[in-house]
C-alpha cells in the first residue's frame, strides 16, 4: 500500500463521507422550507431568503471537506 | 494534460513581489467594474437611458433587497460595503467561466502555468475578503453600539457570560474561516468539475456544469453579502436584546 494509492482512496472518501450528512441537512432545510411556504405563501420570499441563508451554512461544511479531499490529493 | 493547482500560478514579479494568475485576473475584474461605473454614470440623466438603466436596476434592486435583510435604519450605512461585496465576487466568479481563464498560458520547463485564472479561486484573495468583512463588521459595531459593544466579547458581569464571550470571540474567528473556504471551495470545486469535464468529453457535456457553474457564481455571491449583511445586522443590535 503506497502513499499515492492511500491518497487516492482518502480523497474519495472524504468527500464521501464528509458530503453525506450536508445532504441530508440541506434536505430537511429545504422539506421544513416547503412545509412553511405550504402554510403561510404569503410569507413565501422571507422563507426563501432564510432558507438559502441556512442552505449555505450547511453547504459550506461539504465545501470544507471537499477542500480537505484536494489538499490531501494534490499537496 | 489535466492541469488542476490549489495555489496560484506565479506568472511574473514587481520589485520582488510575485504577482500571480489570479492577481492579474483581479485586475482584470477591477477594470471591467470600474469601467462599467464610468460608462454609466458619465451623463447623469433624470430619465435614464443606455447603460444607466442597467445600473439603476442593479443598484435599485440590490438596495431593496438588502433593506429587507438590515432593516430601514443602517441601510444605508452598511449598503456600500455590501454591494461593493455582491458585484466584485459576481464579476469575479463569472469572469472565471470565459473561455482563456485557466486555458492561454505558457510552458514553464514542463508544467502548464495559465495566464488567468478566476480571482476567486485563489485562497489568499478569499481570506482577503472575509477579513475586510468580519474587521469592518466589528468596527460597525464599535461605531453604532460604541464602546459597549466590547461586553459581547468580554464580559465579567457573571461566570457564564464571561464564557460566553469567549465563545463569541471564537466564533467570530470562525467567521474568518467559513467566509473564506465556502467561497474558495465553491469556485475552485467548480474549475476543478469544468476542466475534468471538458477534459473528459469537450463536446456538449461542459454545457449543463457550465450552466452550474454560472448559478454557483452568483449564488456564493449572494451568499457572501447576505451573511455580511446579517451578521452587521446582528453586530448592531447588541445592547437592544432585552426589549
Known amino acids: 500500500m503506497d502513499v499515492s494509492s492511500i491518497k487516492l482512496i482518502m480523497f474519495g472518501l472524504t468527500v464521501a463521507i464528509g458530503g453525506s450528512m450536508p445532504a441530508i441537512a440541506i434536505g430537511v432545510l429545504a422539506g421544513k422550507a416547503l412545509e412553511a411556504i405550504g402554510r403561510n405563501p404569503e ?3 422571507e ?3 432564510n432558507m438559502i441563508l441556512g442552505i449555505a451554512f450547511a453547504e459550506a ?3 470544507y471537506s471537499l477542500v480537505v ?3 490531501i490529493k494534490f499537496v | 494534460m489535466l492541469h488542476i493547482s490549489l495555489a496560484a500560478e506565479r506568472i511574473g514579479s514587481i520589485l520582488g513581489m510575485p504577482i500571480t494568475n489570479s492577481l492579474l485576473a483581479t485586475w482584470v475584474t477591477m477594470a471591467v467594474l470600474i469601467i462599467f461605473s464610468w460608462a454609466a454614470t458619465r451623463n447623469l440623466q433624470m430619465i435614464p437611458s443606455g447603460i444607466q438603466v442597467i445600473a439603476e436596476v442593479l443598484i435599485g434592486g440590490l438596495y431593496d433587497f438588502f433593506k429587507s435583510v438590515t432593516g430601514e435604519k443602517h441601510i444605508n450605512k452598511f449598503f456600500p460595503l455590501v454591494a461593493s461585496f455582491f458585484l466584485f465576487i459576481i464579476t469575479a466568479n463569472w469572469l472565471g467561466l470565459l473561455p482563456g481563464f485557466g486555458t492561454i498560458g505558457f510552458f514553464h520547463g514542463e508544467e502548464f502555468v495559465p495566464l488567468l485564472r478566476a480571482a476567486t479561486a485563489d485562497l489568499n484573495m478569499t481570506i482577503g475578503l472575509a477579513l475586510v468583512a468580519v474587521i469592518a463588521i466589528q468596527y460597525f459595531g464599535f461605531k453604532v ?3 459597549h459593544y466590547s461586553s459581547r466579547f468580554i464580559n465579567f458581569s ?4 464571561f464564557l460566553l464571550g469567549i465563545l ?3 466564533s467570530e474567528l470562525s467567521k474568518v474561516i467559513s467566509f473564506a473556504f465556502r467561497l474558495f471551495g465553491n469556485i475552485f470545486a467548480g474549475e476543478v468539475l469544468l476542466a475534468v469535464m471538458a477534459f473528459l468529453m469537450p463536446f456538449l457535456v461542459p454545457l449543463p456544469f457550465l450552466t452550474l457553474e454560472l448559478f454557483v457564481g ?3 455571491a449572494l451568499v457572501f453579502s447576505m451573511l455580511t449583511a446579517v451578521f452587521l445586522n446582528v453586530a448592531v443590535s447588541h445592547g437592544e436584546e432585552h426589549a
Open chain 1, 43 to 45: 410569507a413565501a420570499s
Open chain 1, 61 to 63: 461544511i461539504a465545501i
Open chain 1, 69 to 71: 479531499g484536494l489538499i
Open chain 2, 218 to 220: 452568483f449564488i456564493q
Open chain 2, 158 to 161: 457573571n461566570p457564564i457570560m
Open chain 2, 168 to 170: 463569541e470571540l471564537v
Open chain 1, 47 to 49: 422563507i426563501r431568503t
Open chain 2, 145 to 147: 453600539v460604541g464602546f
